[in-house]
């Protein structure tokens, strides 16, 4: 098998909130419906940067403009990165492949993310509809990866931001609730505990929670959830599937529901939040 690297973009999208169309529609409607829109997830190759970018936004504008599916509006959530990639034989994979599939996971729903080093190779033209979102810690990379948000749409969002230099910052407010307690994220701090222990910033009586359970970090605009215990944390982002942290991080988005050392659908307690 012959190696060889080239400089390629590469685009992941997905279906946001496919899980939750499944559990209304059933399987088989549920499947045609997101069918017609991507597919369940799909990677596309590109020689360019330009290429890719422009193609993001075309899908964006595709999706958006699709009619609701039994009340449900489908969107997608898209990542793209300009890099080195391993070929062979039409496959593709390595740090490049990984850095667009981590971006896509990222992304919010009708978001494009980037890449730093995506948006230096971009036109000027393009690289003024871009956001930056700060060096968020990516999955997978030691070093925090620059991220940019491209703007795509006519909202009165996207007339807001293209244009702005690239160095604009973007706050993210984290709300946690815990039995009858809830709390915004402190903006004096930058973890905070979860356990059974008392001298948790966030106590959760839950039997199979270690006493110094997990943590979360407020890294820029970023919000991690990292598990340092021996049962393990479950994570459920909505709309999509609950996911098991050994020892792992995974980065909060939107709303959702964290369990500590039992799955979210059997906790007696569990922790709520909200990252908007």
Known sequence: ?????????????????????????????????????????????FGNPEAACNASREMQQRVIALPPTAGVKL??????HFGLVLEDKGDFWGDGVNTAARLAELAKAGQILTSGATANALPAAQRTNLRDLDAIQVKGKHEAVRVFELMWG????????????????????????????????????????????????????????????????????????IDESTNGT????????????RRDRVMLRGRGKIALGTSTATAVELVLFDCS
């Not at 160095?167 to 973890?191: C, I, Q, Y």
């Not at 479950?234 to 709309?239: D, N, T, W």
Request: negative net charge; proline residues 1%.
């Open 1 to 45: 098998m012959t190696l060889v690297s080239k400089e390629r973009a590469i685009l992941f999208a997905d279906v946001s909130g496919s899980t939750a169309l499944y559990e209304l529609l059933g399987d088989k409607p549920a499947a045609k419906a997101i069918e017609a829109c991507i597919g369940d997830e799909i990677m596309v190759v």
């Open 75 to 80: 969107a997608i959530r898209i990542g793209f």
């Open 154 to 225: 006519d909202t009165e969002d996207a007339t807001q931001f293209a244009g702005l230099a690239s160095s604009a910052k973007v706050e993210t407010r984290l709300v946690l609730e815990a039995g009858e307690r809830t709390m915004d994220f402190p903006r004096e701090k930058t973890v905070l505990s979860l356990g059974r222990d008392s001298t948790c910033d966030i106590v959760v009586n839950e039997k199979t929670a270690s006493r110094l359970h997990a943590r979360i970090e407020r890294r820029g605009v970023q919000y991690v959830l």
């Open 234 to 245: 479950y994570v459920q982002i909505e709309g999509d599937r609950e996911v098991l942290l």
